[in-house]
């Protein structure tokens, strides 16, 4: 069936560090991806997307390119801050299904 | 534009009790789904509602119930209440176009005892 794999957290980062937080999924075909970010205490809100191979969604600062070949969606950045800290999940989506299906999320802390 | 809204924001339960959580969303959106969250388990879902008048099983559906009351509200309830079901609870929409990407309320911290 369709999964996604992340990275096991937490991931501890110096402010201005480069961040890669590692997703790779699981299913047939073209899925559409995402990448959410939870901050403390809220929902989650969309951070990016790509809906099909070699798209690169970007936002805030944040990238992701989908590999088709590698069957990837990392999250990157390159010069983190403290307000980066949050739990970041990476989902998709089959054949335009009304369901995500998510990772297991990957928290990040960044200190000053 | 409020978004997903969802209340209450926390609420203590003793095992036996029943309760409703309320979800509504104000982008004319088609689908709503209700998610749990769980330490080390990302975001599963339990029920959604794929348009107005229809509601499907998700992945954990057992001891909840919903209803979708209209195209902007859809309701989660649970009827006896479990400490297994002690968990923050997510109501999301999305609209049937496109890549289907889901807007989340800010959650409902349910604690069971």
């Known amino acids: 069936g369709n999964s996604v794999t992340q990275m096991e957290g937490p991931v501890t980062l110096s402010e201005e560090a480069f961040l890669t937080i590692n997703c790779t999924y699981t299913?047939?075909?073209?899925?559409?991806l995402f990448w959410y970010v939870q901050y403390p205490g809220e929902g989650l809100q969309l951070l990016l997307k790509?809906?099909?191979?070699?798209d690169k969604g970007s936002n805030k600062g944040f990238e992701a390119t989908y590999r088709k070949e590698t069957t990837s969606f990392h999250l990157e950045k390159g010069s983190v801050q403290v307000s980066d800290s949050a739990v970041y999940f990476c989902a998709l989506n089959k054949d335009s299904s009304y369901k995500l299906i998510f990772g297991s999320g990957t928290r990040l802390l960044v200190r000053p | 534009n409020a978004g997903v809204t969802q209340t209450p924001k926390f609420q203590v339960l003793k095992t036996g009790q029943s309760m409703t959580l309320q979800c509504a969303q104000d982008m004319n959106h088609n689908s709503m789904y209700w998610y749990r969250q769980d330490p080390g388990m990302g975001l599963r879902l339990i029920y959604y509602s794929a348009s107005e008048g229809t509601t499907d099983k998700g992945e954990v559906p057992n001891g909840y119930n919903v209803s979708r009351l209209n195209k902007r509200e859809f309701s989660l309830r649970l009827e006896s209440a479990a400490p297994s079901q002690t968990s923050v609870y997510f109501c999301a929409s999305s609209t049937r176009q496109g890549v289907y990407e889901q807007y989340f309320g800010p959650g409902t911290r349910l604690t069971v005892t």
């Open positions: 790509a809906t099909k191979a070699d």
């Open positions: 299913a047939t075909g073209y899925p559409s």
